[in-house]
């Protein structure tokens, strides 16, 4: 019986068929992407549904949920971007505050600061996101509220080894404690029924925060 041969022919065919469908499939989520972020501008984040995202990127229903299963998702993906700087950018700081001989309790008020700061720019993305779920699950490391919570975390365990606070303090608890108040729904609340400015909401959670150094 002769063996078959390989018909190296339609592996390179292949091949090329594959690397063509990645090829159009982020070109479609660029896409997706981009006609999102110009509908939000235009019309906000809750007046604009999948369905019409869909419509103004010229792709049908199916393309946009293989590439997105909801708008929470999507949205997320538009904050990739910004999420990956905020990151950066509070490490390098975080760093420069160490090198500066700055204390952890210190890092955590920057942090803090610039946390509800963020959160009130993309309050409406953030929205969407909480809608679907996709905060706190420990088991996707990049979502947002986690690596916060990470983030707090850490700091107020530094801030125990270098006794700058009570080491009874129960760290799990405070951290959640402290990010309570930047759930985008409560956020929500105190921004736009309790009224309260970006700066007081800042200046009340870092009082909060400074007021573990007083506990012994």
């Not at 600061?113 to 309050?123: E, G, P, R, Y």
Request: glycine share 6%.
């Amino acid at each position: 019986m002769q063996p078959r041969s390989i018909p190296l022919g339609s592996i390179s065919e292949s091949g090329s068929e594959e690397r063509h469908e990645r090829r159009d499939a982020a070109a479609n989520r660029e896409l997706l992407l981009q006609t999102a972020e110009v509908l939000f501008a235009q019309h906000g984040v809750e007046n604009v549904s999948m369905a019409d995202i869909a419509q103004a990127a010229g792709v049908g229903k199916g393309t946009l949920y293989r590439r997105f299963a909801n708008k929470g998702e999507l949205c997320l993906a538009l904050m990739d971007a910004q999420l990956s700087d905020f990151q950066e950018a509070m490490l390098a700081r975080m760093r420069q505050m160490v090198v500066d001989g700055e204390s952890s309790m210190a890092q955590l008020d920057m942090f803090l600061d610039a946390l509800v700061h963020f959160t009130a720019v993309h309050q409406p993305l953030l929205c969407e996101v909480q809608r679907e779920g996709l905060f706190g699950n420990s088991t996707h490391l990049s979502l947002p509220h986690f690596w916060q919570h990470m983030t707090v975390s850490g700091l107020l365990q530094t801030a125990v080894l270098r006794q700058e606070i009570s080491a009874e303090l129960d760290i799990a608890y405070i951290a959640d404690a402290l990010l309570a108040p930047l759930k985008v729904d409560l956020f929500r609340f105190q921004r736009e029924v309790r009224g309260f400015s970006v700066e007081r909401i800042s200046a009340g959670l870092r009082s909060l925060a400074a007021s573990l150094k007083q506990v012994t």
